[in-house]
Nanobody
């Protein structure tokens, strides 16, 4: 069994900062890629940032230069530092972990989401 749990969402003013955290736990052998996605009301879920097993990162164009994704492999944790937040960043942020369990299955796991609201 695997659990993916996010934290750190909150209400902030435009221009402010937040740091999201996501930890994966359970019967995990290896975590390959971890990423943050977001979904605003009426919109599809979209990739915000992803960090690969080798440390390479990908960002959505809309957050480049403002958001930074990092990971702590020893803690099975990924972070998303969000600076210069804008009202359009308002969404539920979901963590995704691409991992292999002790059953040798490789699957994607999602967290329950954390709300980020940016007021203008």
């Amino acid at each position: 069994q695997v659990q993916v749990v996010e934290s750190g969402g909150s209400l902030v003013h435009s221009g402010g900062s937040l740091r999201l955290s996501c930890s994966a736990s359970g019967s995990i052998i290896t975590i390959y890629n971890m990423g943050w996605y977001r979904q605003a009301p009426g919109n599809q879920r979209e990739l915000v940032a992803r960090i690969l097993f080798d440390g390479n990162t990908n960002y959505a164009d809309s957050v480049k230069g403002r958001f930074t994704i990092t990971r702590d492999n020893a803690k099975n944790t990924v972070y998303l530092q969000m600076n210069s937040l804008k009202p359009e960043d308002t969404a539920v942020y979901y963590c995704n972990a691409d991992l292999r369990t002790y059953t040798m299955l490789r699957q994607n796991y999602w967290g329950q989401g954390t709300q980020v609201t940016v007021s203008s």
